[in-house]
């Protein structure tokens, strides 16, 4: 994959499209995140970024920014993750990307969580459930009815955790049931 996205890469730059090197700069971040090289991924998703900012080009900025988040949290880094996701959360909320909103939030809920800042971990996953209830995207439902339930667990509240952990479990989400 890195070497089809590295000739697209040359080929964009070639025809000079800002917004395809862009891109093709982010799915090389992405490859490198699959391959667990997170320094690397960053990198390209740098790059990716400074060009969406560039051309103006919101949507991919907030992508690459989230990419940034997911890449820090990855390397243990929850502060600088959650410096991404806010911005990501900023952009999404300008453009009107309710997903993106509802999973920012999860994203920085999560990075609390993992902070032991409870309080603000309980905020965001919240937040994060309500407009995931707005927009009916179960994977995000379910997502951040568990980020609450293992916050009621780390406070040592089985009762909460255990009803909090039976409303993730209305949400037919496949591939997060095992959560």
Same mark, same amino acid.
């Given at each position: ?11 964009? &730059? ?16 992405? =490859?490198? =995140? ?17 060009? =969406? ?48 909103? =509802? ?7 999560? &990075? +609390? ?14 937040? &994060? ?9 179960? +994977?995000?439902?379910? &997502? ?9 667990? +780390? ?25």
């Amino acid at each position: 994959a890195i070497e089809f996205y590295e000739q697209a890469l040359v080929i964009a &730059s070639e025809i000079g499209d800002r917004k395809g090197e862009g891109i093709e700069l982010g799915r090389l971040g992405l =490859a490198y =995140a699959d391959l667990s090289d997170m320094r690397k991924a960053i990198n390209f998703y740098e790059q990716a970024l400074v060009i =969406a900012r560039e051309i103006g080009d919101k949507y991919n900025e907030g992508t690459w920014l989230g990419n940034l988040g997911n890449a820090y949290v990855a390397l243990g880094d929850a502060r600088k993750a959650i410096e991404f996701y806010e911005q990501t959360l900023t952009i999404t909320r300008q453009i009107g990307i309710r997903r993106s909103e =509802a999973t920012a939030l999860k994203n920085i809920g999560d &990075s +609390f969580l993992n902070l032991e800042e409870y309080k603000k971990a309980k905020e965001n996953h919240s937040q &994060s459930i309500q407009v995931a209830d707005e927009i009916l995207f179960p +994977f995000i439902q379910q &997502s951040g009815h568990n980020g609450l339930a293992k916050i009621y667990l +780390f406070q040592n509240d089985l009762v909460n955790a255990c009803t909090t952990i039976e409303a993730a479990l209305q949400y037919e989400v496949p591939e997060n049931n095992h959560n």
